[in-house]
């Protein structure tokens, strides 16, 4: 199971990837679940920010996950018990937000470009919280980055 945020944004390309890897006997076949989002800073920051109106709502999109869309994908399709998370810039911070707070809501997590200077740094501080130097773990993280050129 593969969980894509802005889902109205990546699904195509996420299931484009799947679809070729699956189809070359890479990886397994996988489910994507698209979620698209019309709120990003109410649902995918974890702390109150001015700069942003409406923030702080992380922890109550990861019990959304946790107890409604989850439980219903596992009821309704044939899943496997592994899940993976996928997010951008904003929601690539919150797949990060999402392994420190709730490590086994999935397996792997994918941040990609992850806007990880929200509010201070705020995850990255929790991240040094959390993730002790001796920390083991079955969970994956893979975070990538980009650069933008600047256009004049």
Do not use: W
């Not at 990003?40 to 996950?65: C, H, Q």
């Not at 994908?73 to 899943?79: A, P």
């Not at 941040?111 to 079955?138: G, I, Q, T």
Request: proline share 7%.
């Amino acid at each position: 199971m593969l969980y894509v945020l802005d889902g109205n944004t990546h699904f195509i390309h996420s299931a484009g990837t799947v679809s070729f890897l699956s189809g070359n006997l890479v990886i397994p076949q996988v489910i994507v679940v698209g979620i698209p989002n019309i709120n990003r800073p109410k649902d995918f920051t974890p702390t109150v920010n001015e700069a942003y109106p409406n923030s702080g709502g992380a922890d109550n999109f990861i019990k959304f996950l946790r107890n409604e869309l989850i439980p219903y994908i596992d009821k309704n399709y044939r899943t496997e018990p592994y899940r993976i998370l996928f997010g951008h810039s904003l929601t690539g911070m919150f797949s990060i937000y999402t392994l420190l707070k709730n490590p086994d809501l999935f397996n792997g997590y994918i941040a990609a470009s992850p806007y990880v200077m929200f509010d201070n740094n705020y995850v990255v501080e929790l991240a040094k919280k959390n993730l002790p130097e001796s920390y083991e773990s079955s969970k994956y993280l893979y975070i990538t980055t980009g650069r933008c050129k600047k256009v004049l």
